[in-house]
């Protein structure tokens, strides 16, 4: 089991900053990968950015630009830089981690998905 914590969130103004972070628990951070993702009432959660253990990064088209994902793998913390903020980055921000074991013999795959609780970002214009 691995929680995530994330914080940092609350109210910028237009063109404000923010930087969410998201500690997990747990001795295997360096072998998750990380992301954030965004939901606002009424529609699907979607990526906003995403980092692999191995580092290589993908980031939204919307958010491109402004907004920049990181990781400190000895403090097991993933961020989000977020700047130029727009009234439509408002929504819950939730940090997911993912990875795959194999167990047993013959060998098993086994995918990990965990979900953090989620912190508010509000934009007021």
């Known amino acids: 089991q691995v929680q995530l914590v994330e914080s940092g969130g609350g109210t910028a103004q237009l063109g404000g900053s923010l930087r969410l972070s998201c500690e997990a628990s747990g001795s295997s951070f360096s072998t998750y990968n990380m992301g954030w993702y965004r939901q606002v009432p009424g529609k699907e959660r979607e990526m906003v950015a995403t980092?692999?253990?191995?580092?290589?990064?993908i980031t939204a088209d919307s958010v491109k630009g402004r907004f920049s994902i990181s990781r400190d793998n000895a403090k097991n913390t993933v961020y989000l830089q977020m700047s130029g903020l727009r009234p439509e980055d408002t929504g819950v921000y939730y940090c997911?981690?993912?990875?795959?074991?194999?167990?047993?013999?013959?060998?098993?795959?086994?995918?990990?998905?965990?979900w953090g609780q989620g912190t508010q970002v509000t934009v007021s214009s």
């Open positions: 980092i692999s253990s191995s580092g290589n990064i």
């Open positions: 997911n981690a993912q990875w795959t074991d194999w167990k047993d013999a013959p060998p098993r795959r086994f995918d990990y998905d965990y």
